[in-house]
């Protein structure tokens, strides 16, 4: 993993070279049988050098104990290894979603990570790591809760754990996606 990062931070010090981007790796156990991946770090993760520290991993912590799955017993990770930020019109740097171009750049570093994972299930929060793996095509609204075969893995699309906050109406939906993943994980370990 140590070499995989090293070789992604070349990379990206050569593609943007001059912009000193910080790069978030992946955290957690890399023996896991479940993966996680977001879409990229925000401000919060990039100060503290972790995945989902901020606002959106406090709701994704507050789930995953719902849901009787212990965070240091997964593997998470984004699509995007670097913040995507833009200046807002008050002069501030705000998050923005990845571009197309970006997601595409950081998905063989993603898919190489998750080689080296080798991950039972994977599951996708939000719409950037599901577009990633299985296409354009696909949209959260019409994939969370299901399981997807993909690569020999198993994919669960979740929503992305921020929406919830900008969204309250898609709490139980989540909450009840969320149970099912604990139930699956725990029956198929049994
Ligand atoms: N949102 C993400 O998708 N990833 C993070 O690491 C933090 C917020």
Not at 6 to 18: D, H
Not at 157 to 185: C, Q, T
Request: proline share 6%; glycine share 8%.
């Amino acid at each position: 993993m140590r070499r995989l990062q090293e070789e992604i931070t070349a990379f990206y010090n050569e593609l943007y070279a001059g912009e000193r981007k910080v790069l978030v790796f992946g955290d957690g156990d890399e023996r896991a049988r479940i993966m996680m991946i977001g879409e990229a770090p925000g401000e919060q993760e990039v100060l503290l050098g972790r995945p989902f520290v901020g606002k959106a991993g406090k709701n994704l912590d507050d789930f995953l104990e719902l849901s009787g799955l212990d965070r240091r017993a997964l593997y998470i990770t984004n699509t995007v290894k670097f913040r995507p930020s833009r200046i807002s019109a008050a002069g501030r740097t705000v998050n923005r979603p990845p571009s197309w171009e970006e997601i595409q750049l950081g998905l063989p570093w993603l898919l190489k990570e998750i080689e080296l994972i080798e991950p039972e299930i994977i599951v996708t929060l939000g719409n950037v790591p599901l577009k990633a793996l299985l296409g354009k095509d696909q949209t959260i609204g019409q994939c969370h809760g299901q399981w997807i075969h993909w690569k020999g893995t198993r994919v669960y699309p979740l929503y992305h754990p921020a929406s919830v906050i900008y969204n309250p109406a898609l709490k139980e939906v989540y909450r009840s996606d969320v149970m099912r993943l604990g139930e699956e994980v725990r029956m198929s370990r049994d």
